[in-house]
């Protein structure tokens, strides 16, 4: 089985970001003492980096085979929105050579992390732009194949690109509206967008083509993972 290298820190943010990482006694633990306890404490003292750093790996593999029959070698140029330190395009950067990966993400942790539904307010973020950065890089992929935007600070990116990824991010966390005139204008006809949604058929009127590949049941809120290409005018 593969594995990442993690640099120090990581593992908490990986751990904010992929909650069904914790083990089941922290979890009782961030239970008993609450979000703000579990976010500015135990995530800092209590974990393992070296059991993350392969669970981690293991979901991100896992999500890759859900998504890969919709990637080919002709797509070159991904988007990554709310892609966390990056495991999954490490993994796609695996198995296709030499694609360029934008990524687009916040830069803080928030106080309490909320798994919520924040509309287009949603102020929730639990990343860090360097330590991605150093992530993304102890693992293969070339500083020049890597750009990095922070969502409240910088221009995005204005590209066409060939695949947009966004697990339980947009439209899971934060409102897909927040995005919808900046993804129209970097989509082609056949980009396709992969994300996690509570609400599959809302998706029938922005797109022509909406396919759902999965139902999440146990995840925070009841979602379907779909993939949309070709925004109706
Ligand atoms: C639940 S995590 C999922 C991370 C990753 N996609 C994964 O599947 O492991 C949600 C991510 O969205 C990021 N995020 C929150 N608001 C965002 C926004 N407006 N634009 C981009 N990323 C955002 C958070 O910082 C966090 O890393």
């Given amino acids: 089985m593969g594995n990442f290298n993690l640099p120090k820190k990581a593992a908490r943010l990986i751990v904010l970001q992929r909650i069904e ?34 669970k981690y790996y293991q979901i991100m593999a896992d999500e890759f085979s859900i998504i890969e029959r919709f990637i080919d070698s002709n797509d070159k140029i991904f988007l990554s929105i709310g892609g966390g330190v990056g495991g999954l395009e490490l993994i796609i950067n695996q198995k296709f050579k030499n694609n360029e990966y934008h990524f687009i993400e916040k830069n803080y942790v928030s106080k309490k992390v909320k ?12 990343n860090d732009l360097n330590l991605q950065k150093d992530f993304l890089k102890m693992n293969d992929m070339n500083e020049n194949q890597i750009d990095i935007y922070d969502f409240d600070n910088d221009k995005l990116p204005d590209k066409e690109f060939d695949i947009i990824i966004s697990l339980f991010s947009l439209d899971y966390h934060y409102d897909f509206n927040l995005y919808k005139d900046y993804l129209r204008k970097v989509s082609k006809s056949d980009t396709k967008i992969i994300f996690d949604t509570i609400r599959a058929d809302y998706f029938l009127k922005i797109f022509k083509k909406v396919e759902i590949i999965k139902t999440y049941n146990n995840t925070v809120h009841k979602s379907k993972r779909v993939v949309c290409s070709e925004f109706w005018t």
């Fill in 115 to 126: 798994y919520g539904w924040g509309g287009m307010e949603n102020k929730e973020a639990y």
């Fill in 21 to 54: 990482l914790l083990s089941p006694f922290l979890a009782k633990i961030r239970k008993l003492f609450g979000r703000y306890f579990f976010s500015n404490f135990i995530t800092r003292f209590f974990l393992d980096p070296k059991i993350i750093r392969e």
